[in-house]
C-alpha cells in the first residue's frame, strides 16, 4: 500500500502538521505548580499564554511544552548546565515542533554584583560567557594577588557567544521603558551595600551573562568573573546565572543564535556586604535575606512579554530575520 487509508477516503491519512514556533520562552524552574500559587521563574508566563494550553510531551525534555495559538511556546528546562540543555536539545529536534524560524527568551532569575545592577533588575545580555572552562588553583598556590583562573585551549567556540546586537538593540527599545515592580523588604536591604547603583530602583539594563554551574558567591570571586569576562573581550559582567551559555551552543549547532535572547532577573548579589562575610551573605539568617524575589519573577516576564508580543505581532518583518533596528 502507497499509505494508509481511512474508510471511504480517497486520500492517505497525513500526519499532524508540527507547531510553528516564533517564540520560544525557556524557563529553568517552577515552584510547585505552573499557576495558582507562589511563582517561579515560569508561572508569569504561563498565565499569560498557556493557561489553556494543552502540553506537548518531549522526549528527553525534563518538562512538557505548551504552546498558544499564536506560535508562542516555552517550558521548564531544568537547572544547571546539563540538564537545560539536554532538554532544549531534545525539544529542538521533536518532529512536534518547528522551531525553524524561532526567537529564544532564555529567561529566569540571577544573581549581580552590587557595582553593577540592584535587587529587582532585569538585564538583557549582549555577551554569554562559560564561568567553568579553564584551569583554577588557590590563592596561596599562584602568585600573590595574581588571578586564580587560566583559559583552556580548545574551548574557544564553547565557552563565549556574542549575541545579535540588533536584537539587544530592539529589547532595550522596546523594554527599556517597562514600569517594574519593587517592595519594602528589597529597599531596605539595598541600603545595608554602599554601591550606588545596588541602591538604585530596578531598571532594565544590558551586559554580560556569566554562566557556571558553581554558584560562586564573594568579591574575590566577583571579580575573577569581570576578570573572565574582561580577558574574553566581552562586556563588563552584570550577571550570573548557570545555564544561558549551554542553551545557546545546542541552539548554535542546531539552527545558529541570531534569534537567541537571554533575560535574567536579580534576586541576589554576588557577594555580602561590607558587615557580613561571603559565607554568612551564603546562609544568611532567618529574615535576613534580600527579598524582592516575587516582584523580581514578575518583573522578568513583564519585560519579556513585551519583546515577545512585539516579534508575534510584527511576525512579517521578523520571520526572514532580525530587522534593522530603527535609529
Known amino acids: 500500500m502507497a499509505g ?26 517552577e515552584i510547585g505548580q505552573n499557576t495558582g500559587d507562589r511563582a517561579g521563574e515560569f508561572q508569569h508566563w504561563y498565565e499569560r499564554y498557556w493557561k489553556d494550553s494543552q502540553p506537548i510531551a518531549v522526549k528527553g525534555a525534563l518538562n512538557p511544552v505548551h504552546c498558544n495559538a499564536d506560535g508562542v511556546c516555552g517550558s521548564v528546562l531544568g537547572m544547571g548546565k546539563v540538564s537545560s540543555s539536554a532538554s532544549m536539545q531534545a525539544i529542538l529536534l521533536n518532529p512536534q515542533l518547528d522551531l525553524s524560524q524561532s526567537y529564544f527568551i532564555l529567561s529566569g532569575v540571577a544573581g549581580t554584583p552590587p557595582s553593577r545592577g540592584t535587587i529587582g533588575a532585569v538585564n538583557w545580555a549582549t555577551w554569554l560567557v562559560d564561568y567553568d572552562l579553564g584551569h583554577r588553583w588557590a590563592p596561596e598556590e599562584g602568585e600573590p594577588g595574581a588571578p586564580t583562573f587560566m583559559p583552556r585551549k580548545g574551548y574557544e567556540a564553547l565557552r563565549l557567544f556574542k549575541l545579535n546586537p540588533d536584537l539587544v538593540q530592539w529589547a532595550m527599545r522596546l523594554t527599556a521603558d517597562t514600569p517594574l515592580k519593587d517592595s519594602e523588604s528589597a529597599r531596605a536591604y539595598r541600603l545595608r551595600y554602599p554601591q550606588e547603583t545596588a541602591r538604585r530602583a530596578p531598571f532594565v539594563g544590558t551586559g554580560t551573562h556569566m554562566t557556571g554551574d558553581t554558584f560562586f ?32 551552543l545546542v541552539i548554535k549547532r542546531l539552527q545558529g543564535d541570531e534569534r537567541v535572547m537571554s533575560l535574567r532577573g536579580a534576586v541576589n548579589y554576588d557577594q555580602g556586604n561590607p558587615d557580613e562575610t561571603t559565607l554568612q551573605h551564603l546562609d544568611p539568617a532567618p529574615g535576613q535575606t534580600a527579598g524582592g524575589f516575587a516582584e523580581t519573577v514578575e518583573n522578568i516576564a513583564l519585560v519579556g512579554t513585551r519583546m515577545a508580543d512585539h516579534i508575534v505581532a510584527h511576525w512579517d518583518r521578523w520571520q526572514s530575520g532580525v530587522p534593522a533596528p530603527v535609529k
Open 4 to 29: 494508509l487509508m481511512t474508510a471511504g477516503a480517497s486520500s492517505p491519512l497525513r500526519a499532524e502538521e508540527p507547531v510553528k514556533v516564533k517564540v520560544f520562552v525557556a524557563a529553568m524552574f
Open 217 to 248: 558567591h564573594g568579591p574575590g570571586m566577583s571579580e575573577q568573573a569581570q576578570y573572565i569576562a574582561k580577558l574574553y573581550g566581552a562586556d563588563d559582567y552584570v550577571i550570573t546565572e548557570m545555564e544561558a551559555a549551554a542553551i545557546t
